[in-house]
């Protein structure tokens, strides 16, 4: 049993690995879909605590969530499992490409299917946003912190201004601690049912 | 004593890389320039190629640093050095979340954080989607990324609502794979 959750964990996440284009973002509705939708290994809840916990500690988020529901799976053993599936697929690309080298993605042929992948990189991104939205709970604070962050990084991209996540990150926290100690109650963070 | 350079190098990309790859190129191109690994122009080069792979950039920017310097067991300590801090601090993190969370504190800025988190990448995400069918400032309209952006768009919204099931994610980089090896030729 303990085995075949570790091979299971190092198989799924070496899937994830070989289709995550795009970066971090792209990746969190990939992981979602299968270790949340189709595994069941994590709640959505424990997804979007992780979400948050990967963009505040350092290292591609990739990593991070693989660690963390390795080791939510399978302790120790699982947790390497899972972030050494997920570093293989890329390892292996790149250490191909860095040895027998060349331009490969300017070949017509890759280059059209990389044009078609770097559309779908937006839709993915655009589901993991929605996916959370949906399953938030929603008060007056947290639309309100929702409508805030989506206009201030959309304005920002739009305009072209350089407006860092981790800035609207560290204003939001702030608000939402300040409004929490002024009136002594909890913030709602449990996900939706 | 090169694997030592490598790995210290990396490991401090890996320590203080926060706010995903985009965030981290700064520090990649800082430690990377001051080795004297990569130049301008091949550290460029380097990023296109990490973006059109699949896996984290800083992974991948890792690996192929590591081959280029010393050829298999260079990637390895690299890649190992890259990924360690993020490994190790998660692991700490799992063991002691769920007294961490209960923290009415923590339950706060979690309560902030989250919905802030999914304002940005729906508007990321949106962002993205539009760039491909609106110019932006002077940036020419690319009428293949627009039609593949609309194919995209019907395929999905088709399979939800008719067929009523949602695509999964690799079946959506599928078909945009296939879509634009078609949409190209034209």
């Given at each position: 049993?303990?085995?075949?959750?570790?091979?299971?964990?190092?198989?799924?996440?070496?899937?994830?690995?070989?289709?995550?284009?795009?970066?971090?973002?792209?990746?969190?509705?990939?992981?979602?879909?299968?270790?949340?939708?189709?595994?069941g290994?994590?709640?959505?809840?424990d997804?979007?605590?992780?979400?948050?916990?990967?963009?505040?500690?350092?290292?591609?988020?990739a990593?991070?969530?693989?660690?963390?529901?390795?080791?939510?799976?399978?302790?120790m053993?699982?947790?390497?499992?899972?972030?050494?599936?997920?570093?293989?697929?890329?390892?292996?690309?790149?250490?191909?490409?860095?040895?027998?080298?060349?331009?490969?993605?300017?070949?017509?042929?890759?280059?059209?299917?990389?044009?078609?992948?770097?559309?779908?990189?937006?839709?993915?991104i655009?589901?993991?946003?929605?996916?959370?939205?949906?399953k938030?709970?929603?008060?007056?604070?947290?639309?309100?912190?929702?409508?805030?962050?989506?206009?201030?990084?959309?304005?920002?991209?739009?305009?072209?201004?350089?407006?860092?996540?981790?800035?609207?990150?560290?204003?939001?926290?702030a608000?939402?601690?300040?409004?929490?100690?002024?009136?002594?109650?909890?913030?709602?963070?449990?996900?939706?049912? | 004593?090169?694997?030592?350079?490598?790995?210290?190098?990396?490991?401090?990309?890996?320590?203080?890389?926060?706010?995903?790859?985009?965030?981290?190129?700064?520090?990649?191109?800082?430690?990377?320039?001051?080795?004297?690994?990569?130049?301008?122009?091949?550290?460029?080069?380097?990023?296109?190629?990490?973006?059109?792979?699949?896996?984290?950039?800083?992974?991948?920017?890792?690996?192929?640093?590591?081959?280029?310097?010393?050829?298999?067991?260079?990637?390895?300590?690299?890649?190992?050095?890259?990924v360690l801090?993020?490994?190790?601090?998660?692991?700490?993190?799992?063991?002691?979340?769920?007294?961490?969370l209960?923290?009415p504190?923590?339950?706060?800025?979690?309560?902030?954080?989250?919905?802030?988190?999914?304002?940005?990448?729906?508007?990321?995400?949106?962002?993205?989607?539009?760039?491909?069918?609106?110019?932006?400032?002077?940036?020419?309209?690319?009428?293949?990324?627009?039609?593949?952006?609309?194919?995209?768009?019907?395929?999905?919204?088709?399979?939800?609502?008719?067929?009523?099931?949602?695509?999964?994610?690799?079946?959506?980089?599928?078909?945009?794979?296939?879509?634009?090896?078609?949409?190209?030729?034209?």
């Amino acid at each position: 049993m303990k085995k075949n959750i570790i091979a299971e964990l190092l198989l799924n996440f070496m899937k994830i690995g070989l289709f995550t284009f795009g970066g971090g973002y792209a990746m969190i509705s990939m992981i979602e879909n299968i270790c949340v939708e189709k595994k069941g290994w994590i709640t959505h809840d424990d997804m979007m605590n992780i979400t948050v916990i990967s963009e505040s500690t350092p290292g591609p988020i990739a990593i991070n969530c693989a660690t963390f529901v390795g080791s939510r799976q399978a302790g120790m053993a699982g947790a390497i499992a899972a972030t050494f599936g997920i570093v293989r697929p890329s390892f292996i690309i790149i250490y191909a490409i860095a040895v027998f080298a060349g331009n490969f993605w300017q070949l017509p042929f890759l280059s059209n299917i990389l044009g078609g992948i770097k559309i779908a990189v937006g839709f993915l991104i655009a589901d993991a946003g929605l996916t959370m939205i949906k399953k938030m709970k929603k008060n007056k604070k947290s639309v309100g912190i929702m409508a805030f962050s989506f206009l201030t990084i959309a304005a920002a991209k739009l305009l072209s201004v350089n407006i860092s996540v981790i800035t609207v990150m560290c204003l939001c926290a702030a608000f939402s601690l300040f409004t929490c100690i002024i009136s002594g109650k909890n913030s709602g963070t449990e996900v939706k049912k | 004593m090169i694997y030592l350079d490598l790995f210290y190098g990396f490991l401090r990309v890996g320590c203080f890389a926060f706010g995903g790859a985009y965030g981290a190129i700064p520090l990649i191109r800082d430690v990377v320039l001051s080795y004297g690994w990569l130049n301008e122009e091949t550290l460029a080069y380097m990023i296109a190629v990490s973006e059109s792979t699949p896996g984290p950039i800083m992974v991948n920017l890792a690996t192929y640093i590591g081959t280029s310097q010393d050829g298999f067991l260079g990637a390895v300590i690299a890649t190992l050095a890259v990924v360690l801090p993020s490994f190790a601090v998660i692991l700490a993190v799992t063991a002691i979340m769920s007294k961490f969370l209960r923290s009415p504190y923590v339950q706060a800025i979690m309560g902030g954080l989250k919905p802030c988190l999914a304002g940005v990448i729906l508007a990321t995400g949106l962002c993205m989607i539009l760039s491909n069918c609106v110019p932006f400032w002077g940036a020419q309209l690319d009428v293949h990324s627009l039609i593949i952006t609309f194919l995209l768009a019907a395929v999905i919204i088709f399979s939800k609502k008719v067929m009523k099931k949602k695509l999964s994610s690799v079946s959506i980089i599928l078909v945009s794979a296939l879509i634009g090896s078609i949409v190209y030729c034209f």
